[in-house]
């Protein structure tokens, strides 16, 4: 029988050694190994989802893809293996902290809370709270909205920021909170509210998957601009250069542009739906001055 001081002492010893394994610099771990653990989501369209139960595509999928080609590069290692491994919101972030996996480009906020346990890359995306109306209502922004309902999804930052802007505004509306982004939208399509007030990226996929897409606009200014990023592990700052590095590429020759437009301005598969959701300023203007500064 093992002693429990004895114990204790080999328990502490063997979680050292998983600790220092995870935090092991990424580019040595990979070379190590031989493969790369890369996450993907399984349904955030148009970031990355699955296509078949084995097969995700997406934005960030090819943006993780062009990352993974520059460290066979800088590896020189051609034949580097590439392991895709499914998250969710709840372990994405333990998944990389503990070294399971080494690289997460998807749907992530780029946040200060989060920049104590990850470190960001480059900003790729920028989401902001907007309203979806029938075109036949004419709501063109938030003073639209007067003396009518308005529904959002009930505990969400998007009700926080609708009911900081209707006040800063003066605007007397009422809010109605639905369980679901579902729900939500039905509250328009069945006139219970005006408008659907959610982030923009979400409002140009329900819509693309609705019915009748182009009886629905999507309008207002964006609030609360959230940036999204791809993460790497706090305190590994050769693997969150060669990150950058890619982006920087991509956004430098045209190709980031080439991807948006693939997947946010054309048909995606497997409908053919269509988001049509234009670059937004913000990303326009971090294709030059590629900032990783997180939300405010």
């Not at 139960?53 to 943006?63: E, L, M, Q, T």
């Not at 709501?139 to 930052?157: E, F, N, P, R």
């Not at 982004?181 to 990226?201: F, I, K, M, W």
Request: net charge positive; hydrophobic share 40%.
């Amino acid at each position: 029988m093992i002693h429990q001081p004895i114990a204790a002492l080999a328990a502490a010893f063997v979680g050292l050694a998983a600790l220092t394994a995870a935090r092991a610099q990424t580019l040595d771990k990979i070379a190590r190994t031989n493969q790369i653990v890369v996450s993907y989501r399984e349904s955030a369209v148009p970031f990355s989802y699955l296509l078949t139960p084995h097969k995700a595509v997406g934005f960030s999928v090819d943006v993780t893809e062009a990352i993974v080609d520059d460290v066979r590069k800088t590896l020189r290692k051609p034949d580097l293996r590439t392991v895709y491994m499914p998250v969710t919101g709840q372990n994405r972030i333990p998944l990389l902290v503990n070294g399971t996996v080494d690289l997460e480009c998807g749907s992530t906020t780029n946040t200060s809370t989060r920049g104590k346990d990850v470190a960001f890359s480059i900003n790729y995306f920028y989401a902001g709270t907007r309203l979806m109306a029938k075109r036949e209502s004419h709501i063109g922004d938030y003073a639209g909205l007067a003396h009518k309902v308005v529904a959002t999804v009930g505990g969400s930052t998007n009700e926080t920021v609708l009911r900081r802007q209707l006040n800063t505004q003066r605007i007397e509306a009422d809010v109605v909170l639905a369980k679901d982004y579902a729900e939500a939208l039905q509250d328009v399509a069945n006139n219970r509210a005006a408008a659907l007030a959610l982030d923009d990226v979400l409002l140009y996929g329900l819509r693309a998957n609705a019915s009748d897409p182009d009886t629905w606009e999507v309008a207002g200014e964006a609030l609360q601009i959230e940036p999204y990023a791809c993460m790497v592990r706090k305190d590994d700052p050769a693997f969150k250069r060669l990150v950058d590095g890619t982006l920087t590429r991509l956004m430098k020759s045209g190709e980031f542009t080439r991807l948006y437009a693939k997947w946010f301005e054309s048909p995606i598969p497997p409908r053919g739906a269509n988001l049509k959701m234009p670059m937004s300023a913000a990303l326009k203007a971090n294709l030059s001055a590629r900032s990783d500064r997180p939300a405010q």
